[in-house]
């Protein structure tokens, strides 16, 4: 083929290559190619975070520690009224229907059957004498999220030979029930509570310091990077973090700051319980820690009413 021709050919195939470009275009029929959606995808996975519950609280700010403590005495008063006169502990029966005036009606009758037959001995004789009931500890908690009033007692009596026994009674009950009763053999060391106390009105002092204590040990970042070491209590930055809070003893803070994942604002107060002991003025804080949807961590926070200070924090 001489060269005219070989360039015939070349512009005649270059020709139907333009042509055939135009026709794509002018028919809109281009090639269709398919990009793989993973090539944008991030490798980087969100975890679903997960909401904690909201538990309910006891409002410290709505309770008056004075006028709890009147309410409390004044019942005491009452049964040691009623112990005076001997007609009202005389039968089991005659027992229970003069607690029951006091506290409400009991959930089960049985306890109080159970009481008097511990105290049987010194109420059965003539020769064994009623000495006093005294108020050693008192305070509210939540039980099944209904807010009760809990009393420890000390009843006291004399036997033949003037000898004391003292039985440890137990009571738990709100405006309309008596909802437990226990009693054991033998007395608290504690000192008794009585009206005079007016340093038990203490409950701002407590809120003041639990609040320091939760601004100062709060620290999500911090908890994060322990998470991912393992939840390491020895890392510098978390023993500089206890060092900073107001708490004789810190050795439980940890296991608080775990529970709450860093965030001490999800430790929630379920109660408190007073005494009256000579050397610290001990009042025991009660909260609950929701560390899933369904479970609950518990820790005791112990505070100094004289010291005005967190002792100790544990969890049960």
């Known amino acids: 083929m001489n060269t005219s021709k070989k360039w015939l ?13 135009f026709g794509i275009i002018l028919s809109g ?29 006891v409002a410290l700010r709505e309770i008056n520690d004075q006028e709890l403590l009147k309410q409390q005495t004044e019942k005491v008063a009452a049964l040691n009224q009623a112990f005076k006169d001997n007609a009202s502990f005389s039968s089991s029966q005659a027992m229970a229907d003069t607690i029951e005036e006091i506290y409400g009606a009991a ?13 049987y001995p010194m109420v059965s004789s003539e020769e064994s004498g009623f000495v006093t009931v005294s108020l050693i500890g008192f305070g509210q908690r939540l039980v099944d999220d209904q807010p009760m009033m809990i009393q420890r007692q000390i009843w006291s009596f004399t ?20 909802t437990a009763l226990t009693a054991e053999e033998g007395g608290e060391a504690a000192s008794v509570i009585t009206n005079d106390d ?40 978390f023993k500089a973090l206890e060092k900073s ?9 940890f296991a608080l700051f775990d529970a709450t994942r860093g965030d001490l604002t999800h430790a929630y107060l379920s109660g408190f319980y007073h005494t009256n002991t ?6 025991d804080y009660y909260f609950r820690v929701p560390t899933s949807e369904k479970k609950v961590a518990e820790f005791l926070v112990v ?3 004289l010291q005005q200070k967190i002792v100790s924090i544990n969890r049960r």
Do not use: C
């Open 198 to 237: 007016t340093y038990l009105d203490k409950s701002a002092d407590f809120e003041t310091a639990w609040s320091e204590l939760v601004r100062r040990g709060t620290d999500i970042q911090l908890y994060r990077e322990m998470k991912k070491d393992g939840m390491d209590s020895d890392q510098t930055e």
């Open 29 to 57: 029929n281009f090639p269709q190619f398919t990009i793989p959606f993973s090539v944008f995808a991030s490798e980087d996975k969100t975890e679903k975070k997960e909401e904690l519950p909201k538990l309910k609280i």
């Open 107 to 119: 959930k089960d009758e049985k306890n109080s059957f159970k009481l008097y037959r511990k105290i």
């Open 278 to 283: 000579p050397t610290d003025g001990q009042s």
């Open 303 to 305: 505070y100094d009413r």
């Open 245 to 253: 809070i107001a708490v004789t003893d810190p050795s439980g803070f």
């Open 9 to 21: 050919v070349f512009w005649g195939v270059l020709a139907a290559l333009f042509v055939g470009s």
């Open 159 to 178: 036997d033949t030979s003037g000898a004391r026994h003292d039985y440890t009674v137990s009571l738990r009950f709100n405006d309309q029930e008596l």
